[in-house]
């Protein structure tokens, strides 16, 4: 990923957070953009400043990345105009707090069709173009919570310990076939996920919280360096390291009441 002149890098969730991010640390890399998510007015704001900026293509495409076939119809849309993708920064998603059954089972179905088989969809079909050809970089974000069970972030957590899973074995698996996959699990960052999901606010979360530039730069740089995966601040990477002496049932206990506030 050292030198990424001309190349293509689509970065999904980009009209907020760390899909923002990520897409103008690309460009400063003079990189050539695919912007996906559903609101187009922001992505068509930050394309505007980047080209300026940068002096780098770039292509944004309204989608909602949480439809059955998304992925696939992505893929025909830059086929079609004869872009190959490079770096794919699988970074859309959200997730919902509350009591699982006090949530509607519609909305997590969404939830895990986007955190789940639309990142799965993406990984393997973008994946497969770039194996064929013998080299290319996915970048999979999954959280510090799929680490552990999270209650209150049950379904959530869950589908980002699938994430952080699948880009770990993958990591292995595609290297022999130039594909070098990396898993970035940033903890509470200062993006709009919390009030989306309903999160409530307390004294330690709010000092765990970090910049959203940050955490994609940290990602980033594991990426560039081939790591497996990375676990941004220092925090951050105490609580993981904290999780693997802890026993299960005290994990449970201590992330639902810190979720809780």
């Known amino acids: 990923m050292k030198n990424l002149q001309g190349k293509w890098v689509l970065v999904t969730g980009a009209s907020s957070g760390l ?16 912007l996906v ?40 849309q830059l086929d079609a105009r004869g ?14 707090y509350g009591e699982f ?10 939830m895990m069709r986007l955190n789940i088989m639309t990142l799965t969809e993406l990984t393997h079909i973008f994946g497969q173009e770039m194996a064929n ?10 959280s510090v919570l ?20 699948l880009g ?13 996959v990396t898993t970035v699990s940033p903890g509470r960052t200062a993006t709009d996920f919390g009030a989306i999901a309903g999160e409530k606010s307390s004294l330690l979360l709010n000092a765990l919280t970090m910049k959203p530039r940050v955490v994609a730069k940290t990602g980033l740089l594991a ?11 220092f925090l951050n990477k105490v609580n993981v390291f904290t999780d693997r002496v802890m026993p299960r049932s005290m994990q449970r206990i201590v992330f639902g009441k810190v979720m809780a506030g």
């Open 19 to 34: 899909g923002v991010e990520f897409a103008k640390l690309f460009a400063e890399r003079n990189a050539n953009l695919v």
């Open 37 to 76: 998510a559903r609101r187009t007015g922001p992505m068509e704001q930050l394309a505007e400043e980047l080209r300026r900026a940068q002096s780098v293509q770039l292509l944004v495409i309204g989608m909602d990345l949480s439809r059955p076939g998304a992925a696939a119809e992505l893929k025909a």
């Open 83 to 96: 872009i190959g993708i490079e770096v794919l920064v699988n970074n859309a998603g959200f997730g919902m």
């Open 101 to 110: 059954l006090d949530q509607s089972v519609e909305k997590i179905t969404e």
């Open 133 to 142: 050809r013998g080299h290319g970089q996915i970048l999979l974000v999954a």
């Open 146 to 165: 799929g680490y552990q069970a999270v209650p209150g972030y049950a379904a959530y957590a869950a589908s980002k310990g699938y994430v952080l899973l």
């Open 168 to 180: 770990e074995a993958l990591h292995q698996e595609l290297a022999p076939r130039g594909v070098s």
């Open 223 to 233: 990426a560039m360096r081939d790591k497996a995966s990375v676990v941004p601040g």
